[in-house]
């Protein structure tokens, strides 16, 4: 019991963040397809918004050896580039394309009432699974 109220934190962080999504429009699916069809910048702008902020974040938590909630250091491991990267992005565009949704706001659009979206969770989900199993028949 202990340790659902020390996460409790987390779960209102979570419901923010996703109320937050659908006041901004970013999980409406009519958005995501102007953005595919490249008729509206508003995707493009949030994107870009988070890429930088994101940028700034990593930044400062190198630069100031910022610590978590819990007093743990944040290890920043670089990725070294490779040719899965290009394919795993075009499997995850064209499915970002056809369901209008990726995976960060999943949770958001059912909780706004979007209940087809579950086909869409339990694909992200059986997706996942499929590629673990793959994982070491893959080329890395």
């Known amino acids: 019991m202990k340790v659902f109220f020390s996460n409790i934190k987390f779960l209102f962080a979570g419901m923010l ?26 995707m493009y702008g949030v994107i870009g918004s988070a890429v930088i902020v994101g940028m700034i974040s990593i930044q400062l938590i190198k630069r100031f050896k910022i610590r978590t909630v819990n007093n743990e250091a944040i290890k920043i491991i ?29 949770f958001a ?3 706004g009432g979007a209940t087809v979206v579950v086909v869409t969770l339990f694909s992200a989900i059986a997706g996942t699974w499929v590629y673990g199993y793959l994982k070491p028949k893959l080329p890395h």
């Open 109 to 111: 659009q059912i909780g």
């Open 17 to 42: 963040f996703g109320a937050i999504l659908i006041k901004a429009e970013v999980i409406s699916w009519f958005r995501i397809q102007e953005m595919f069809h490249l008729q509206s910048f508003h």
């Open 78 to 106: 670089p990725k070294t580039y490779t040719r899965g990267f290009i394919y795993g992005g075009i499997i995850f565009g064209i499915g970002w394309a056809i369901t209008g949704a990726c995976p960060g706001p999943l």
